[in-house]
């Protein structure tokens, strides 16, 4: 395209910026999305989903984006000692936490000067809807080698949930909370072997089993708020496929059917919260979990709680993440496909 080319006034243009963590994809919107009101991310959550929720299917979708597609929105902080507010987008609505997200915006962030950090360790505090999330990155000749992040509180809700999932029969899970909730299962328990190739079966039985816990069991979040309680996704978990310190493989099935290209950031929150109260994970010490391509994500118990008298945890996670490509993209206001559109 010539140099001297600009689109007409009157299109909307949107920055971003590209990344992967452990190679699932992050967009981080720069510039061109509309400023969000409420003093809560809560809040701007909700109006991103009253208002804008046009523009977030133009920039995950096809043909700007796909069905596995991710992506954030940054914000002003909510507290008055943050360091900045952030929204998360897929296919399917607006997320209230992601751990992928945060060490890829936190990469982005530093390396693309968005976020103000000094130092070789600097710490970024930063406003999810679920709560507050702290993100420490390890800098290594100016660029961002690692990024650390104390999760939201994380917790077991249910234990040996039984649940009845047509073309399947019964099947057994538990229900966690590591930023939002998950349903973790064995994969051997439904005939699955978590690999790439079985990637189209992950999803239907992914989605089969989420529609069906939540068709028979109501989700609450101990702390009374509304916004949360929803199954977000299905998490399939087996054991390592080869020698090494790897603890175990999961992979994550969330949304309308996008699968989980890392090893789940706030997944492996909830499973760190689950193997903790079964004595499983004595505090401090890191699990090594890996991911349905073979990357994978550090996790720990940093510090054991109480939320609303339930047993809760503060994990830390740490994962890698590498910037992929920046763009400016062009809605013209006359493309009857301009908001997109989506194939699976």
């Given at each position: 395209?010539?140099?001297?080319w600009?689109?007409?006034?009157?299109?909307?243009?949107?920055?971003?910026?590209?990344?992967?963590?452990?190679?699932?994809?992050?967009?981080?919107?720069?510039?061109?999305?509309?400023?969000?009101?409420?003093?809560t991310?809560?809040?701007?959550?909700?109006?991103?989903?009253?208002?804008?929720?046009?523009?977030?299917?133009?920039?995950?979708?096809?043909?700007?984006?796909?069905?596995?597609m991710?992506?954030?929105?940054?914000?002003?902080?909510?507290?008055?000692?943050?360091?900045?507010?952030?929204l998360?987008?897929?296919?399917?609505?607006?997320?209230?936490?992601?751990?992928?997200?945060?060490?890829?915006?936190?990469?982005?962030?530093?390396?693309?000067?968005?976020?103000?950090?000094?130092?070789?360790?600097?710490?970024i505090?930063?406003?999810?809807?679920?709560?507050?999330?702290?993100?420490?990155?390890?800098?290594?000749?100016?660029?961002?080698?690692?990024?650390?992040?104390?999760?939201?509180?994380?917790?077991?809700?249910?234990?040996?949930?039984?649940?009845?999932?047509?073309?399947?029969?019964?099947?057994?899970?538990?229900?966690?909370?590591?930023?939002?909730?998950?349903?973790?299962?064995?994969?051997?328990?439904?005939?699955?072997?978590?690999?790439?190739?079985?990637?189209?079966?992950?999803?239907?039985?992914?989605?089969?089993?989420?529609?069906?816990?939540?068709?028979?069991?109501?989700?609450v979040?101990?702390?009374?708020?509304?916004?949360?309680?929803?199954?977000?996704?299905?998490?399939?978990?087996?054991?390592?496929t080869?020698?090494?310190?790897?603890?175990?493989?999961?992979?994550?099935?969330?949304?309308?059917?996008?699968?989980?290209?890392?090893?789940?950031?706030?997944?492996?929150?909830?499973?760190?919260?689950?193997?903790?109260?079964?004595?499983?994970?004595?505090?401090?010490?890191?699990?090594?979990?890996?991911?349905?391509?073979?990357?994978?994500?550090?996790?720990?118990?940093?510090?054991?709680?109480?939320?609303?008298?339930?047993?809760?945890i503060?994990?830390?996670?740490?994962?890698?993440?590498?910037?992929?490509?920046?763009?400016?993209?062009?809605?013209?206001?006359?493309?009857?496909?301009?908001?997109?559109?989506?194939?699976?």
């Amino acid at each position: 395209m010539p140099d001297h080319w600009q689109p007409p006034d009157h299109w909307r243009r949107i920055t971003a910026i590209d990344a992967h963590t452990a190679g699932e994809p992050l967009r981080v919107i720069t510039s061109g999305f509309p400023q969000l009101s409420g003093k809560t991310i809560l809040e701007k959550r909700r109006q991103a989903r009253r208002h804008h929720d046009h523009l977030r299917r133009a920039l995950m979708w096809e043909p700007r984006g796909h069905s596995d597609m991710y992506g954030c929105i940054l914000t002003e902080p909510e507290r008055e000692d943050g360091d900045v507010g952030v929204l998360f987008l897929h296919n399917d609505g607006f997320s209230t936490m992601c751990g992928h997200g945060i060490i890829g915006l936190v990469k982005v962030g530093i390396e693309c000067g968005l976020l103000n950090a000094s130092g070789r360790r600097p710490v970024i505090r930063i406003d999810t809807p679920a709560g507050r999330v702290t993100a420490r990155a390890q800098i290594e000749q100016g660029r961002v080698e690692l990024v650390s992040f104390l999760n939201v509180a994380s917790f077991l809700l249910e234990k040996d949930l039984e649940v009845e999932v047509p073309q399947l029969g019964r099947i057994r899970c538990d229900i966690a909370f590591g930023g939002a909730f998950y349903a973790y299962l064995e994969a051997e328990s439904v005939g699955l072997e978590i690999r790439p190739a079985n990637c189209s079966r992950i999803v239907d039985l992914g989605r089969r089993i989420k529609q069906a816990i939540s068709s028979q069991y109501t989700i609450v979040h101990p702390d009374g708020n509304p916004d949360l309680n929803f199954l977000y996704g299905t998490i399939f978990v087996q054991g390592p496929t080869g020698a090494g310190p790897v603890h175990s493989r999961n992979v994550c099935v969330f949304a309308d059917g996008e699968v989980d290209r890392s090893p789940t950031g706030t997944g492996v929150s909830g499973r760190a919260a689950i193997h903790h109260v079964q004595g499983e994970l004595e505090g401090g010490r890191w699990i090594t979990i890996e991911s349905l391509i073979g990357t994978s994500f550090d996790v720990r118990v940093a510090e054991t709680i109480s939320l609303a008298g339930r047993p809760a945890i503060v994990p830390e996670v740490r994962g890698r993440a590498h910037i992929t490509g920046r763009h400016e993209f062009l809605i013209d206001p006359q493309d009857p496909l301009g908001e997109g559109f989506l194939l699976r």
